[in-house]
Nanobody
Framework: QLQASGGGLAQTGGSLRLSCVAS????????VGWFRQAPGKEREGVSC????????YYEDSVKGRFTISRDRAEDTVYLQMNSLKIEDTAVYYC????????????????WGQGTLVTVSS
């Protein structure tokens, strides 16, 4: 199982950091992706980090604002979200799979329960 946390309320231009941890397995053996789903919209990929942590991928709308990283000692993956916009409001999910190849296809071995991010003006 995966658990995402760190969501909450932020103002436009503000920051939040999401965390993703695993139970029952070691997260550092997997690539980890972040997805989000806004009300009335389809789920979309946000970012993916390889198991080594050496490569990261981002959806165009978050490039330069979001940073994905992993802490091997804590076995945790983070999504640092800066310069938040109202359109970033969504439930954010983390997910794990063997690699980031085709990471946007949503085919992951494990999914977290989601954490709500609300951005207001």
């Amino acid at each position: 199982q995966l658990q995402a946390s760190g969501g909450g309320l932020a103002q436009t231009g503000g920051s939040l950091r999401l965390s993703c941890v695993a139970s029952g397995f070691t997260l550092d053996a997997y690539a980890v992706g972040w997805f989000r789903q806004a009300p009335g919209k389809e789920r979309e990929g946000v970012s993916c980090i390889t198991s080594s942590g050496h490569r990261a991928y981002y959806e165009d709308s978050v490039k330069g604002r979001f940073t994905i990283s992993r802490d091997r000692a804590e076995d945790t993956v983070y999504l640092q979200m800066n310069s938040l916009k109202i359109e970033d409001t969504a439930v954010y999910y983390c997910a794990a799979r063997p690699s980031c190849s085709t990471w946007l296809d949503g085919d992951y071995n494990y999914w977290g329960q989601g954490t709500l991010v609300t951005v207001s003006s």
